[in-house]
């Protein structure tokens, strides 16, 4: 079964730099998350989109930004990049579409690894 | 708002001992509640989740869990580790399973031949 899909899986910017993260959700799934994990953490949420349109904000950064576009994929765009920001940044997805099952789980993606130097 | 705890950020045990995962949530809505596994540097993978219905949930790989409100605990269990369990377990709560997820602060679990 198609699964989640994340790009670049390894990313290493500079101080200041910007960054795009990629997620691609499973086909018929029309909402995206955006995690967080640091180093030995918990995955912290970040924002999430249903149709589009932004649905929940975390505590996500003023440096950072995110859309989800018409064909459903997601873009985590990431600017003037601090050391703290290096984590594993999670995208998940799931479905409000009726007849799909497990509706209600959110599937996860194999992460991103932002090194920021 | 809502939160879980997870007793013990390590857990060892012997391949073919019982496994118990703790975690007790706080929910002002009836939670969902999710059991979440990674293993080094990969993703989180659904292990099983409780939403209404049948307290007692199975899960893959021989999980298994049961959602006790009177307790506020959805304990994870499985009765003989196996090397392959080896990995760190988050427990997740969200008060529907379209909200985002609020996670634990995961518990590693060691097996030892």
């Known amino acids: 079964a198609a699964g989640v899909i994340q790009s670049p899986r390894h990313l290493i910017k500079e101080k200041r730099e910007t960054a795009t993260l990629k997620c691609y959700p499973i086909?018929?799934?029309?909402?995206v998350y955006w995690y967080q994990q640091g180093p030995g953490q918990d995955p912290q949420f970040l924002i999430s989109?249903?149709?589009?349109?932004?649905?929940d904000k975390g505590s996500i950064p003023d440096r950072f930004s995110a859309q989800q576009f018409s064909d459903y994929h997601s873009e985590l765009n990431m600017s003037s990049l601090e050391l703290g920001d290096s984590a594993l940044y999670f995208c998940?997805?799931?479905?409000?579409?009726?007849?799909?099952?497990?509706?209600?789980?959110?599937?996860f993606g194999p992460g991103t690894r932002l090194t920021v130097l | 708002a809502q939160s879980v705890t997870q007793l013990g950020s390590h857990v060892s045990v012997s391949e073919g001992a019982l496994v118990l995962l703790r975690c007790n949530y706080s929910?002002?809505?009836?939670?969902?509640l999710f059991w979440y596994v990674q293993y080094p540097n990969q993703g989180l993978q659904l292990l099983l989740k409780?939403?209404?219905?049948?307290?007692l949930v199975k899960g893959i790989n021989g999980f298994e869990a049961e959602f006790k409100k009177s307790e506020t605990s959805f304990h994870l269990t499985k009765p003989s580790a196996h090397m392959s369990d080896a990995a760190e377990y988050f427990c997740?709560?969200?008060?529907?399973?379209?909200?985002?997820?609020?996670f634990g602060t995961g518990t590693r679990l060691l097996v030892s031949p």
């Open positions: 998940a997805s799931s479905s409000l579409l009726a007849g799909l099952r497990n509706t209600d789980t959110q599937y």
């Open positions: 086909p018929r799934h029309d909402t």
């Open positions: 989109f249903y149709e589009k349109m932004q649905s």
């Open positions: 929910s002002s809505v009836p939670p969902y």
């Open positions: 409780y939403t209404t219905g049948a307290t």
């Open positions: 997740a709560v969200s008060g529907t399973g379209f909200q985002k997820l609020v």
